[in-house]
């Protein structure tokens, strides 16, 4: 999967520009602020019609305009026009011209894997991170997931909501958690076997890709879950020992909603002991394993988004990052120098060089 072109009108500081895209390697490189963040930021809002800065849709609208459109044209077997409108009401999404209504039968369309600087935050933030990351990982790769998960978030409210009404009521009808808990327990441990199958294919990559980064050996992500290593009855049995806690609390505590994901080198938690290149090498890693995975289900490499990967790396690791590029999985890096690319082929990728929100000819 490649984007030929891109075509944007009014999209954050770009007012008009068309380019072509290397099929291979694309190096978008420009001064702080000139707009090579946006233009990868495009690319990601044609693949998934949001941006991944966490912000409102509108905010990707150029100031003083009200309708911003990203355009390109994606070869496969085939090539396919597809088209995001976003404006202040909303967001429009067209495949070849024709509206597609659910904005969902969209975004699986085009997959991407994208390395950004917050994406460090994997590592040093709360648990509630990694899942979201994590789910929607999962969720790109198999539609039934995100489905389930959507499930099991709705029970575990309804069940929180019962809990209270139990805690102020004690001749609430017991059943009725029953039939809850079972739910839970289903859904839970669907999830539960799909994020462990997850974990389990990114560490056959994690170690080795890493290790040719940096040179250290002993890199796994390790998957931590209540439901690890539990049968159904010893899960129901968890949330029955639990009622009364649970009761107290207003909500449920046991679950996987309560997971959590933790990078361990030899046993050493990055998080407490990864210096900040270390940790950043990690989450490099982490992403190249996670193109491995797209290509088994795919069959072909997803996007590569990779925006200010370099700052804080030294020119070795630098170096040992662009030998793991694939020229079959078309790639775009934000730079501020091009100097980071001298031991690359010269006819091996495109220079965009961005000034303003224009491309500045070479
Ligand atoms: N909606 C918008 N309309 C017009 N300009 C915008 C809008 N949103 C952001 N900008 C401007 O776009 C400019 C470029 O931002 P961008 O994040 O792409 O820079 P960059 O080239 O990645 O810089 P850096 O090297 O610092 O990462 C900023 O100066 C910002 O003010
Ligand atoms: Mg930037």
Redesign the pocket.
């Known amino acids: 999967m490649k984007i030929v072109n891109l075509k944007l009108i009014n999209f954050?500081?770009y007012e008009n520009l068309e380019v072509n895209f290397d099929p291979s390697l694309n190096i978008i490189y420009?001064?702080?602020?000139?707009?090579?963040?946006?233009?990868v930021e495009a690319i990601y809002t044609l693949a998934l019609t949001r941006s991944f800065r966490n912000i409102n849709d509108y905010?990707?609208?150029?100031?003083t305009e009200t309708i911003a459109k990203v355009e390109g044209n994606i070869s496969n077997k085939m090539t396919d026009n597809y088209k995001v409108i976003i404006s202040k009401d909303g967001k429009k999404v067209k495949v070849n011209n024709n509206k597609i209504q659910k904005i969902s039968d969209y975004i699986s369309k085009i997959p991407l894997v994208l390395f950004h600087p917050d994406d460090l935050r994997f590592i040093k933030d709360t648990p509630s991170i990694r899942r979201k990351s994590l789910n929607i990982s999962i969720s790109e790769i198999n539609p039934e997931y995100l489905k389930v998960l959507n499930y099991y978030n709705k029970v575990l409210k309804q069940r929180n909501a019962y809990l209270k009404e139990m805690m102020l009521n004690s001749n609430k009808d017991r059943h009725y958690l029953d039939i809850l808990d079972e739910k839970i327990i289903t859904y839970g441990m669907f999830i539960n076997s799909k994020r462990k199958d997850y974990i389990h294919v990114i560490n056959n990559y994690l170690n080795n890709i890493f290790k040719n980064i940096t040179g250290i050996d002993g890199l796994t992500i390790e998957y931590i879950s209540d439901y690890n290593n539990l049968t159904k009855e010893e899960i129901l049995k968890k949330y029955n020992d639990n009622l009364s806690k649970d009761m107290s609390f207003g909500k449920t505590n046991f679950g996987v909603h309560t997971d959590d994901f933790k990078f361990k080198i030899n046993d050493k938690e990055v998080r407490d002991y990864g210096s900040e290149g270390e940790q950043k090498n990690v989450i490099i890693a982490y992403k190249f394993s996670e193109l491995e995975i797209f290509k088994i289900i795919n069959g072909n490499y997803p996007l590569l988004i990779l925006d200010?990967l370099f700052s804080e790396l030294d020119t070795e690791k630098i170096d040992n990052i662009l030998k793991l590029l694939k020229p079959d999985c078309q790639t775009f890096i934000?730079s501020?120098s091009l100097s980071f690319f001298n031991n690359l082929k010269k006819d091996s990728y495109k220079q965009i060089h961005?000034v303003n929100g224009k491309i500045e000819e070479v």
Request: net charge positive.
């Open positions: 954050r500081n420009g001064k702080n602020g000139e707009g090579k963040t946006n233009l905010k990707l609208i150029r100031d200010d934000t501020t961005i």
